[in-house]
């Protein structure tokens, strides 16, 4: 095995324990080892890498069970995925994080500068927020909501994702979703919104009520990003959160049992 391959590799397994650890797992902390040809003689005995990221992710959206998929198998996919040109540029694709059964699925639009170092969605001042926000309504990202992006690669100086980056990536969030089983989606942002109801429709335009998306409610709400350039978007943000609790509270007793607990 080469040291690239090796490297690849770590990289991979890293990726995988974090985002379903929800932090930078003990397992890896600490400085990246360095890696060393070996001296193989026979080609047949090397991992085949090159087959590895070239593999079609037609699987992901062909309709898979869910017990033919995991979480651990789809960031595997999402890590080595050449599909479009934001790979180029990544540190570390960044596939999500959060419990396998959550109450909630929170979608963003595409990781920062932050994200791309750890690999970890929302964990830039905007997280914080966002966690402070979930909080407020008795969701955490390390008990029952899971935090995902339409793309898992930074786009550059954080633009908003192109079309055909975001139609490149969505198959692995509907992947995610079909694992998930989310009893509801909490979309932030215009760019998620409009990916995930494949509409043109302004934020104003799409805030304020629910959307079936394949039988799970879904709501659009501010980015926590845009809460942080302008302050006055917090009070109608909060408004749009407990719409959301209400509703899930509606349909999920355990989630509202454990809000009555934390009230």
């Known amino acids: 095995m080469t040291a690239t391959e090796k490297t690849i590799l770590y990289k991979l397994l890293k990726t995988a324990s974090d985002s379903l650890a929800g932090y930078d797992s ?29 593999a079609p992710e037609a699987k992901i959206s062909a309709g898979k069970t869910s017990g033919e998929l995991t ?5 595997e996919k999402i890590v080595f995925c050449t599909r479009c040109g934001l790979c180029k540029h990544r540190t570390n694709a960044v596939p999500g994080t959060g419990p396998e059964q959550p109450f909630v699925l929170v979608v963003g639009e595409g990781p920062g500068a932050e994200e791309d170092m750890q690999g970890l969605p929302f964990v830039g001042p905007a997280g914080k927020l966002l966690d402070k926000m979930l909080a407020s309504i008795a969701l955490d990202r ?9 793309v ?3 786009p550059p100086n954080n633009r908003t994702p192109l079309p055909e980056e975001a139609n490149a990536c969505i198959p692995f969030l509907e992947a995610q979703i079909h694992v998930l089983k989310p009893k509801m989606i909490l979309a932030a942002g215009r760019t998620a919104g409009q990916n995930l109801l494949k509409t043109n429709a302004s934020l104003s335009t799409l805030r304020g009520r629910f959307y079936d998306y394949n039988g799970i409610p879904l709501l659009v709400t501010y980015h926590p990003s845009a809460l942080l350039r302008d302050e006055s978007l917090k009070r109608p943000a909060w408004e749009d959160l407990k719409t959301f609790r209400t509703k899930l509270s509606e349909i999920a007793p355990d989630y509202a049992a454990d809000f009555a607990k934390r009230s």
């Open 152 to 154: 898992k690669c930074r």
């Open 26 to 54: 003990p397992e890896f902390s600490g400085k990246k080892p360095d890696f060393f040809d070996d001296k193989i003689e026979n080609d047949v005995t090397q991992t085949n890498f090159s087959s590895l990221q070239s």
């Open 142 to 150: 390390h008990i029952n909501c899971y935090i995902g992006n339409i």
């Open 71 to 75: 979480l651990t198998s789809i960031a």
